[in-house]
């Protein structure tokens, strides 16, 4: 839909039915400065064409110029001015020149025009239509007469900052005239234009403006000649350089604060007018365009922004199938709340790579729209996050770190500063320890805060009724798909429609139409090749597998049997990636994707690195690759669609596909703008045919509350916190906040041997036994009123989110290690940061446990000795003898991947790690990212414990250390979302050390000296480098800021 100029929204007017919008454009010049306002013009947004720059001499300079506007001269209407008062030797030099004004004023076209008047208070415009500039309250020809936007335009900034100069000398004299409103207004009008189109300071009318204002004779200064002050303000106007700030970026700013300051007013009030776009400035609009290339919202998207449970704050979940468009709708509640309610936001994202992907998104509007991006993922984000004084931030944050950042927000008293939380995936709150985090984090947002707003989206959702009930919220829901999705299910060479209609489930479709020979028969039984061919290299196509292992074995099996035709298909790109992946792997690369690469064809799991990872999804994204062979965690990660869906088998691993993990992949299907219609095709054996057709034609799961099932991480850490955070410190306090989680919404289902409050006695009871609470716990029938508290090892253990299973056990050896610490390398420190729940997945190789063992020194071969594992037991493990002192292999597992973390922190070469201990580069990847989430949650636990002290120093290195894996002169570029080791090296052997170097970099540039880099990527990687340097800007400003604040106690 082609865009409008920008309009400047007047006041919201009723328009009889409830519903609709006003939209009423200015007109033009509608304003009292030419900064208030944007001019309307059929070539859309553009900058005042600029006079051209004369170089005449200042003699000739006015001669032949008599008029500003077809009239008689300016000047000479000022000397006839001064004759007509001889007498008056103090005569007001601001009321002469508003006769000049008025005079000039009365040949122009007479228009009755709305004007702005700038509120001080909020720094912002506001639109009135009532009221206007009067020269001259008591003369009856410059009543009601406008001051045009023309005339003000025409003159000089420098003549427009000597009017501001007379305004101020005058201001005293028109009060007592009674004349203080007038004056008011011009002045701050006047005021608005100097400051923002200041001449060259080294103009002659300025320095003697600041000499007679400064002077102790003010009769001096009013006694020269109004004549000569405006002739010498033109020649400083005319000598003077233009100055540097665009008009256009001027009049854009001003526009986009008067809009903010309407769209305030609006979701303030009960008006359904909601303003240029959804009570956000129309610059929100075009932001979208330019980003993301939206250019109109859909039907449904637009219904539910303009529901009457938003506009009256209702907590919301909305459901809607994938790819259709959910996401658009938060980011435009989020807009409303850092904007207009002025309020921080909470964004939950269900995975790291989320998180990344949405900060590097919507930097871009942070820095466009004065707000600021914050990542909680991992090891980042500061607890609590800092208070800002002016601007608002955006937190976007993993499950586990938005429940860290409400806890700090509750401890600290500031919960009420977020005014809105969004939750994605909001199905996830039914799955396992991370689905009990996120109702932990939401039940405590419900009970600590009456002003925070919760929305939650999914594709997903079957019992919403409990879910509404618990989060208190209405209910919005469309099957809408912007592109059609047709469902198919092959059996052996037929395909046959998903068919509800259907007697079995199924309509016959057709039959595959491809030549086999024999030996393609025996290699692929399922057709897949013929799958595929239909609709490569044109189209995309995803293969979602039930095991990794299986990915790599279809990529292969289906680059055998393509025609060497496909290899011709983009081939410089292809070429370019593969070498890419060499770079990333230090001249390694795997060779499954160097056989499949050059076919368009790779492989997508949990085996790559992030790396690697990310540059296949942009090649797939950009049509250099057009075939995926994926895991199901594709599906629930980073938006990649395709033209065709194919699901290898009905099976995630070993167990039979459910039907929300059946919904999440053929949601893939389709690519909204790109394709007319999406296909899934589900390949069947004959034995599964019976249980396909019940998942097709199932629901979906239900949402169960995990905060049983997940005692530690859930029951026990919940009540831990609660009693923490002094949310519930009795016994019947914590009955009450439970009654009101998603477990208290469905405690009906709980078994009959135990109630609620008997669940709750009992768990209250292990905290105290393992010494993280103090208190007396009461039967059911006496009273239940007693103070429970907090011990000092409770607080550490829900501070640093430690699992309350583990909490003794990680006390016990951060004791342990102080009594000798080994520090003549960081081996013992990576032990301890060495994440527990990991250790159970590890089966070493003994002999490259040996091996490694050996190449320690011997200080770092007493860390093994100190931790519980003797020499001995390695030797005899790898050599095969039996062994007869027991060890702990929990101990022996954890101490062989502190060996994987320590050969990564000396090399910071995962490709090279994973060889030497024979493990995937993937797995290796993944226990970084583990032991750096670990290692900030140990450092947290440290800090409340103050026997701990000589932990945080070192820990706080480590962490870091951790995070990035790289060399340190990397580290600040790799701060920046999106930014990973091979893009770090390629930035900074191109001159590009810091970030600052990279928040000021040319996207232009940037994109001729990297290599593999688009411009999207340059401008985004820039847009992010920026918002995180304004990011650290203003917290070292607060900081400032608060040392400088005078205290109020002072005596």
């Known amino acids: 839909m082609a865009e409008p100029a920008l309009v400047v929204r007047r006041r919201s007017r009723r328009l009889g039915s409830a519903g609709k919008r006003s939209r009423t454009p200015a007109r033009p010049g509608a304003a009292c400065s030419p900064l208030s306002r944007k001019r309307l013009s059929s070539g859309g947004e553009g900058a005042p064409a600029e006079p051209p720059c004369n170089n005449d001499s200042e003699e000739d300079m006015f001669g032949d110029y008599s008029s500003f506007h ?54 912002v415009h506001k639109v009135d239509e009532d009221y206007g500039f009067q020269i001259n309250k008591n003369d009856p020809g410059d ?181 259709g468009g959910k996401t658009l709708v938060a980011e435009i509640l989020i807009l409303q709340e850092l904007l207009c309610r002025q309020k ?134 469309k099957n809408f798909r912007p592109v059609e999705l047709k469902e198919y299910i092959k059996i052996r060479d037929t395909i046959y429609e998903v068919d509800s209609k259907a007697d079995n489930g199924f309509t016959f479709s057709r039959v595959l139409n491809f030549k ?61 990636l593969i070498k890419n992946l060499k770079d990333i792997g230090n001249g390694s690369i795997c060779p499954v994707l160097r056989q499949t690469i050059p076919f368009g064809v790779a492989y997508h799991h949990s085996g790559l690195t992030n790396e690697e990872r990310r540059s296949i999804e942009e090649a797939y994204s950009r049509g250099v690759l057009c075939l995926l062979a994926c895991t199901a965690t594709l599906a629930a990660g980073v938006n990649l669609p395709a033209r065709r869906v194919i699901l290898r088998a009905p099976y995630v691993a070993n167990e039979f596909l459910k039907k929300n993990q059946y919904e999440q992949m053929i949601g893939r299907a389709g690519r909204a703008g790109i394709d007319n219609a999406g296909e899934s095709i589900l390949v069947v054996q004959e034995k599964d045919k019976h249980l396909v057709r019940d998942l097709i034609t199932s629901p979906l799961e239900n949402c169960y509350s995990n905060l049983l099932p997940e005692s530690t991480k859930g029951m026990q850490y919940l009540l831990l916190s609660l009693v923490g955070l002094k949310i519930a410190v009795t016994q019947e306090e914590v009955y009450d906040f439970m009654c009101h989680t998603l477990l208290g919404v469905q405690q009906q289902l709980l078994s009959k041997e135990k109630s609620l409050s008997e669940i709750i006695r009992d768990e209250l009871e292990n905290l105290i036994e393992k010494g993280l609470l103090k208190g007396k716990i009461m039967e059911k029938d006496q009273n239940s009123k007693s103070t429970l508290t907090i011990t000092q090892l409770g607080k550490a253990t829900y501070k640093g989110s430690i699992d309350v299973s583990y909490c003794n056990l990680l006390y016990k050896e951060l004791r342990k290690g102080l009594e000798g610490l080994v520090l003549e390398s960081s081996l013992h420190l990576l032990y301890l940061a060495t994440p527990y729940d990991v250790v159970s997945n590890c089966s070493p190789d003994w002999m490259i446990y040996l091996r490694q063992f050996n190449q320690l020194s011997s200080a770092e071969q007493k860390v093994a000795d100190v931790v519980g594992v003797p020499e001995s037991f390695i030797t005899k493990k ?90 340190t002169e990397l580290i600040s570029l790799m701060e920046v979302a999106g930014v990973l080791e091979a893009r770090a090296k390629q930035l900074y052997n191109a001159g590009f050390k810091t970030l600052v170097h990279l928040a000021n970099a040319n996207p232009e540039t940037l994109v001729k000296m990297i290599e593999h880099l688009s411009r999207r990527q340059a401008k985004q990687m820039v847009l992010s480098a920026k918002m995180l340097l304004t990011e650290k800007a203003e917290a070292l400003q607060e900081e400032v800021d608060e040392l400088l604040k005078v205290p109020t106690d002072i005596p």
């Open 344 to 477: 921080d936001v909470l964004m939950i994202l269900p995975y790291v790579a989320i998180v990344q992907e949405k900060v590097w998104g919507l930097s871009s509007f942070g820095i466009e729209l004065g707000f600021l991006v914050e990542e909680y993922a991992g090891s980042k984000g500061r607890f609590p996050p800092i208070k800002r004084r002016v601007k608002k931030s955006l937190y976007i944050a993993t499950i586990e770190k938005g429940h860290a950042l409400v806890n700090s927000l509750i401890e600290t008293d500031r919960i009420d500063d977020l005014g809105l939380v969004v939750v994605d995936e909001l199905h996830m709150i039914g799955e396992g320890s991370r689905g009990a985090t996120l109702e932990m984090t939401l039940a405590k947002i419900l009970y600590a805060s009456k002003n925070t707003h919760i929305v939650g989206m999914s594709a997903t959702l079957n019992n919403v009724g409990d879910l509404q009930k618990f989060l208190q919220a209405e209910y919005y829901t």
């Open 878 to 967: 790898a050599s095969g003898q039996a062994i007869r002192k027991n060890v702990d292999s929990a101990v022996v597992n954890r101490l062989y991947l502190s060996f994987v973390l320590y050969a990564l922190l000396k090399e910071t070469n995962i490709w090279s790690v994973s060889e030497k201990f024979n493990m995937s580069r993937g797995y290796v990847q993944n226990l970084l990212t583990s032991a750096a989430s670990f290692a900030s949650c140990v450092l947290h636990f440290c800090e409340e414990l103050e026997e701990f002290w000589v932990y945080k120093a070192l820990l706080t290195e480590l962490t870091k250390r951790l995070t990035y894996c790289v060399k």
């Open 70 to 123: 077809e009239s008689d001269s300016l000047l000479a209407q000022v000397l006839d001015a001064e004759r007509q008062h001889p007498q008056e030797k103090d005569v007001d030099m601001k009321a002469a020149a508003e006769f000049a004004h008025g005079n000039l004023q009365s040949e122009m076209d007479q228009n009755k025009q709305g004007h702005f008047h700038i509120t001080e208070d909020s720094g």
């Open 143 to 323: 009543t009601n007469e406008d001051l045009s936007d023309s005339v003000l335009d025409e003159l000089p900034s420098s003549q427009l900052l000597y009017l501001e100069k007379m305004g101020e000398l005058s201001s005293r004299s028109q009060r007592s005239a009674g004349t203080e409103k007038m004056d008011k207004c011009k002045s701050s009008s006047l005021d608005k234009i100097g400051s923002q189109s200041s001449p060259c300071p080294n103009s002659e009318h300025k320095n003697r403006s600041t000499k007679c204002s400064k002077s102790s004779k003010p009769d001096s200064c009013k006694s020269v000649s109004l004549k000569d002050h405006l002739k010498s303000a033109m020649t400083g106007n005319a000598k003077a350089q233009t100055p540097k700030i665009s008009k256009t970026k001027q009049l854009k700013e001003a526009v986009l604060s008067e809009e903010i300051f309407v769209a305030r007013e609006t979701l303030g009030s009960s008006s359904f007018d909601i303003g240029p776009f959804y009570g956000l400035p129309s610059k929100v609009k075009h932001l979208l365009r330019q980003f993301r290339g939206i250019e109109t919202l859909y039907e449904w998207q637009h219904d539910c922004l303009t529901l009457k449970s938003l506009q009256q704050r209702k907590n919301l979940i909305y459901s809607l199938p994938t790819s």
């Open 516 to 576: 086999y020979s024999s030996s393609l028969e025996k290699a692929d039984p399922d057709h897949i090749v013929a799958l595929v061919t239909e609709v490569i290299p044109k189209y995309s196509c995803l293969i979602f597998c039930p095991t990794k292992k299986n990915c790599e074995n279809v990529a292969t099996m289906v680059c055998k049997y393509l025609n060497k035709e496909f290899r011709a298909h983009r081939e410089k790109e292809k070429q370019d």
